[in-house]
C-alpha cells in the first residue's frame, strides 16, 4: 500500500484538490519535498507526486516522502536555506532561485535563448550543462536533475502585441537578476514576488502583470485577473530539483537507488511537460481567458528589445556557456 504524504492547506489558487494519503509508519525515515506550485495539472506538481509514490513503493519500511505543495511549508525564496539547514531534504526551485549560489543557472532565464524543450534537453546533456549541475557543490547543495515546465508567456491588465505595449507597467519578476533586467528593457518595473502572492498582486493590482508557463498561469488562475495572456514564448521554465550533501551521504547504501529514482520519473515526466502545457493553454481558453498569438514582425519586435540582456550578463555566466545553449556545437 503506498504512503506518501501530500500535505497541504486549503489554497485558493489551487486549480484541482490536493487528497491527503496515509501518513509514514512509524519508525520510517521521512523525507520532506517542498514545492510552490499545485499538484495536478503541473508538470513539477505531477513528477513530484510520482516520485514520492515509487519512493515510498521501493523504500518501503525504511523511508518515507511527504510531499509538501502551494508553499505550505517553504516558498522558494526560503527552501534553499531550509534544505541546507535539514528542515526540507527535496526542493526543486525555478533556476531563478539560485543566485545567490551559482550564476551560472542564469542561461536558462536568457530571453530567446531556447526556444524548445528539445533545445533545453540537448543543453543539459552538454559537458556545460552537465557542469553547471554540480555548480553549487561547494554550499552543500547537490543538483540531482532537470525539471522541465515550458515555455514562458506574458500577461498584463491591457493588450500586449507590442513590446512598447509593457512600458510603465509593474510585472512581477522570480528573483532572478536575468529576469528583473529583461522586465526593465521593456521599459518596464519588475516586483519581486512569491509565486503565491501573484494572484492577490495581480488582482488588487500591486502588480500590472507577469509572465510564466500556461501550466503555472492556469493553476495559479492568473488569466482571471488579467486582460489576457501574450504568447512571447520569451523564455524556458527550468526547475532545479536540489538536496544537500548531508542527505545524499546520509543514504549509505541506499544513495544509488535514490538517484535512479529521480533520474527515472524526471525523464518520464519531463517528456509530457509539453502536453500539460498545451493542455493548460487550451484550459485558460475554455474557461473564458484571452490569448494573444504574435505575428512573425511583431515577435522580433520583442527579441529585439530583450536579447541585448545577453551581453549584460556574458561574464557571470560565460560567453562558451551561452554559446553552446544558443546551439553553437563548434
Known amino acids: 500500500m503506498t504512503k506518501f504524504k501530500i500535505i497541504s492547506s486549503v489554497v485558493a489558487l489551487s486549480a484541482m484538490p490536493v487528497i491527503a494519503q496515509a501518513a509514514c509508519g512509524s519508525g520510517e525515515r521521512v523525507v520532506k519535498f517542498s514545492h510552490v506550485t499545485a499538484v495536478s495539472g503541473h508538470p513539477k506538481g505531477e513528477l513530484v507526486a510520482a516520485l514520492a509514490e515509487r519512493f515510498d513503493e521501493r523504500f518501503e519500511g525504511s523511508m518515507c516522502m511527504e510531499v509538501f505543495p502551494n508553499s505550505t511549508l517553504f516558498n522558494d525564496d526560503k527552501v534553499l536555506e531550509a534544505l541546507v539547514l535539514g528542515d526540507v531534504q527535496l526542493a526543486a526551485p525555478d533556476v531563478g532561485k539560485f543566485d545567490a549560489y551559482t550564476k551560472q543557472l542564469q542561461v536558462f532565464n536568457l530571453p530567446f535563448l531556447f526556444d524548445s524543450t528539445e533545445a533545453v534537453q540537448a543543453f543539459t546533456e552538454t559537458a556545460q550543462g552537465e557542469e553547471i549541475l554540480m555548480s553549487m557543490e561547494d554550499s552543500g547543495i547537490i543538483g540531482l536533475g532537470w525539471v522541465f515546465n515550458g515555455m514562458r508567456q506574458f500577461s498584463a491588465n491591457r493588450p500586449l502585441l507590442e513590446p512598447q505595449d509593457a512600458a510603465g507597467l509593474k510585472f512581477r519578476a522570480t528573483t532572478s537578476d536575468v529576469t528583473e533586467a529583461m522586465i526593465s528593457a521593456l521599459d518596464a518595473t519588475p516586483q519581486a514576488l512569491a509565486f503565491a502572492e501573484v494572484y492577490g498582486a495581480l488582482q488588487t493590482g500591486v502588480v500590472d502583470g507577469q509572465e510564466n508557463t500556461w501550466s503555472n498561469i492556469y493553476t495559479g488562475k492568473f488569466y482571471e485577473v488579467q486582460d489576457g495572456v501574450t504568447e512571447t514564448n520569451h523564455q524556458f521554465l527550468t526547475y532545479l530539483m536540489v538536496t544537500s550533501q548531508e542527505f545524499l551521504d546520509s543514504l549509505g547504501e541506499?544513495?544509488?537507488?535514490?538517484?535512479?529514482?529521480?533520474?527515472?520519473?524526471?525523464?518520464?515526466?519531463?517528456?509530457?511537460?509539453?502536453?500539460?502545457?498545451?493542455?493548460?493553454?487550451?484550459?485558460?481558453?475554455?474557461?473564458?481567458?484571452?490569448?494573444?498569438?504574435?505575428?512573425?514582425?511583431?515577435?522580433?519586435?520583442?527579441?529585439?528589445?530583450?536579447?541585448?540582456?545577453?551581453?549584460?550578463?556574458?561574464?557571470?555566466?560565460?560567453?562558451?556557456?551561452?554559446?553552446?545553449a544558443g546551439g553553437d556545437t563548434n
Not at 541506499?254 to 493542455?279: H, I, P
Not at 490569448?291 to 551581453?311: F, G, H, T
Open 254 to 324: 541506499d544513495r544509488e537507488l535514490f538517484t535512479e529514482l529521480v533520474d527515472e520519473v524526471s525523464a518520464e515526466y519531463n517528456a509530457k511537460a509539453n502536453e500539460a502545457n498545451a493542455a493548460a493553454r487550451q484550459a485558460i481558453i475554455d474557461n473564458g481567458g484571452t490569448v494573444r498569438e504574435l505575428s512573425n514582425e511583431q515577435r522580433a519586435a520583442w527579441v529585439d528589445v530583450m536579447k541585448p540582456v545577453w551581453e549584460q550578463f556574458e561574464d557571470e555566466i560565460g560567453a562558451e556557456v551561452i554559446a553552446v
